[in-house]
């Protein structure tokens, strides 16, 4: 049992909720200070705002232990706290780099609460940006330690993490924000610890190296349609050389979330204004965006033209499984493409996401898989949901007009769909171009 100490976190969300349920079971107490009021009062209730495996049960038992505090009163989440986590959003800015407002509101919160504890930048900020806001704000001391958490497995991610980084100008209060992390480190988990500025950019190094490799296999996925290839065989022949590994060399519809299409722009964009600009970076961001945008047509290009108006069922909404995040969701961009075209869309999600009312106030939801696959002349796979794999593809031809089943995650059985009388057309493989498996 590590010394328990007394933590704030602002900003609940993802990374702020993973962040502070990590420390609870660690056994400190944390205050989460967050602007949102109806989020904190939500919180207090034990409603969690996201949909992450593990985070209520947690939240759970640190209230039955007493051991956190939800508030949106900055004195009282930051006045006794021996140290603070900011994991605000960095979002995407109108001019593609990161907007770094809500950091500077709450780096102003803490300095006005006149917090002398060691402030740690949880949050994705390009290089450089701690130095620049430690001059601005040099009566807070500033650490860099960012997150490398993924949706969906956001608590399981931060208790294991791959490795630490923690970027601090001081030692002092560098070794203070380690020894939070003393747990792990027995359990040999390695930490960086560096500069401010190599901290920043291992966090956007990462992500658009991910990136890049997932716009690449993409394209790869295009060469193999052209040329009569497989993408899946292509894909694990290459990733079983241990150099270049497996990971992220799914072929698909495309990167999405709130983090990749941002962090890849914000690099792009940061890369730029130091004069050393990474056209990697922005060659991958290029290819993706075109990749969404023509997700569409080429559903459109399989539909039977003399039918009207065309129908197409959506299966997934969310950028990826395991979450209802439908941020920068490749699956908004076909069903956003197919309404511009005239096709009428419905669409299921397991988790439902409210939010499409905003995003395609025209698309119709169904409440469950076969129920959008009614009368359809395509049914087409975004999301990798595992519960699409096991659909009953004989109820679903009964229930479709027409016949064109597209898995653009490449994970339904073809000799399912086959034996359905469907015909399937995945990412990658040469039917896509050729017409189809016929029934
Ligand atoms: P989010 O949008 O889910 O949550 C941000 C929260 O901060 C919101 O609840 C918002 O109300 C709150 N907030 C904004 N301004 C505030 C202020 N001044 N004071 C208190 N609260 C404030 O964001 P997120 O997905 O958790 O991402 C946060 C940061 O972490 C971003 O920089 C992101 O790039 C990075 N990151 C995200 C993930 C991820 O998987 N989502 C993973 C690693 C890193
Ligand atoms: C990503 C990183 O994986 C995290 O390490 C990082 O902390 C996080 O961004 C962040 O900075 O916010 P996340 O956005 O949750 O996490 O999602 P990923 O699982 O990385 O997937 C990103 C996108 O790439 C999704 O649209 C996914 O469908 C796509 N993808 C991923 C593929 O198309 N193929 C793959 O092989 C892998």
């Known amino acids: 049992m590590t010394d328990q100490r007394s933590l704030a976190v602002v900003g609940a969300g993802y990374v702020g909720l993973a962040t502070a349920a990590t420390f609870l079971e660690l056994g400190h107490h944390v205050a989460l200070l967050d602007v949102d009021q109806p989020r904190i009062s939500g919180l207090r209730d034990g409603v969690s705002p996201i949909d992450e495996p593990g985070l209520d049960a947690a939240l759970a038992r640190a209230r039955e232990r007493d051991t956190v505090l939800f508030t949106t009163d900055?004195?009282?989440?930051?006045?006794?706290?021996?140290?603070?986590?900011?994991?605000?959003?960095?979002?995407?800015?109108?001019?593609?780099e990161a907007d770094l407002s809500y950091l500077?509101?709450?780096?102003?919160?803490?300095?006005?609460?006149?917090?002398?504890?060691?402030?740690?930048?949880?949050?994705?900020?390009?290089?450089?940006?701690?130095?620049?806001?430690?001059?601005?704000?040099?009566?807070?001391?500033?650490?860099?330690?960012?997150?490398?958490?993924?949706?969906?497995?956001?608590?399981?991610?931060?208790?294991a993490p791959d490795r630490i980084v923690i970027g601090a100008a001081n030692a002092v209060e560098g070794n203070l924000v380690r020894s939070l992390y003393a747990p792990m480190e027995e359990l040999g988990v390695e930490i960086v610890a560096t500069d401010t500025e190599s901290a920043e950019l291992i966090k956007?190094?990462?992500?658009?190296?991910?990136?890049?490799?997932?716009?690449?296999?993409?394209?790869?996925?295009?060469?193999?349609?052209?040329?009569?290839?497989?993408?899946?065989?292509?894909?694990?022949?290459?990733?079983?050389?241990?150099?270049?590994?497996?990971?992220?060399?799914?072929?698909?519809?495309?990167?999405g979330g709130s983090c990749f299409p941002k962090d890849t722009r914000a690099l792009v964009e940061a890369s730029?204004?130091?004069?050393?600009?990474?056209?990697?970076?922005?060659a991958a961001e290029t290819s993706n965006r075109r990749r969404r945008a023509s997700l569409a047509t080429r559903v459109v290009s399989l539909l039977d033209p003399s039918e009207s108006p065309r129908k197409v069922g959506v299966l997934g909404l969310s950028f990826k499984?395991?979450?209802?995040?439908?941020?920068?969701?490749?699956?908004?961009?076909l069903v956003r493409g197919l309404l511009e075209l005239g096709v009428?869309?419905?669409?299921?999600?397991?988790?439902?996401?409210?939010?499409?009312?905003?995003l395609a106030p025209e698309a119709m939801l169904a409440a469950t898989a076969l129920e959008a696959?009614?009368?359809?002349?395509?049914?087409?796979?975004?999301?990798?949901?595992?519960?699409?794999?096991?659909?009953?593809?004989?109820?679903?031809?009964?229930?479709?007009?027409?016949?064109?089943?597209?898995?653009?995650?490449?994970?339904?059985?073809?000799?399912?769909?086959?034996?359905?009388?469907?015909?399937?057309?995945?990412v990658g493989k040469s039917n896509w171009r050729l017409g189809g498996v016929s029934p």
């Open 74 to 96: 900055p004195n009282e989440a930051l006045s006794s706290a021996d140290v603070v986590f900011v994991c605000v959003g960095t979002p995407r800015s109108e001019s593609g």
């Open 104 to 159: 500077e509101a709450a780096l102003t919160t803490a300095s006005e609460a006149g917090s002398g504890a060691p402030i740690v930048v949880k949050s994705t900020v390009p290089p450089g940006t701690s130095s620049r806001l430690q001059k601005q704000f040099p009566e807070l001391r500033l650490v860099s330690n960012p997150e490398f958490l993924r949706q969906g497995s956001a608590l399981a991610d931060a208790l």
């Open 272 to 282: 730029r204004q130091l004069g050393a600009p990474v056209t990697v970076v922005e």
């Open 373 to 426: 696959s009614r009368g359809v002349d395509a049914l087409v796979v975004v999301t990798e949901w595992p519960e699409f794999s096991q659909l009953d593809f004989g109820d679903i031809a009964e229930t479709m007009r027409g016949t064109t089943i597209v898995d653009l995650r490449n994970v339904l059985d073809s000799d399912a769909v086959s034996a359905a009388g469907l015909s399937l057309f995945q």
């Open 204 to 255: 956007y190094a990462a992500n658009t190296m991910l990136a890049i490799r997932v716009a690449f296999i993409n394209e790869i996925a295009d060469v193999c349609e052209a040329s009569g290839a497989d993408i899946d065989d292509v894909a694990r022949g290459v990733g079983l050389d241990p150099r270049i590994g497996s990971a992220f060399l799914q072929a698909g519809p495309g990167f």
């Open 321 to 333: 499984s395991g979450t209802d995040d439908l941020r920068e969701s490749p699956a908004v961009d």
């Open 344 to 358: 009428e869309v419905t669409a299921f999600d397991p988790l439902l996401p409210a939010q499409l009312e905003s």
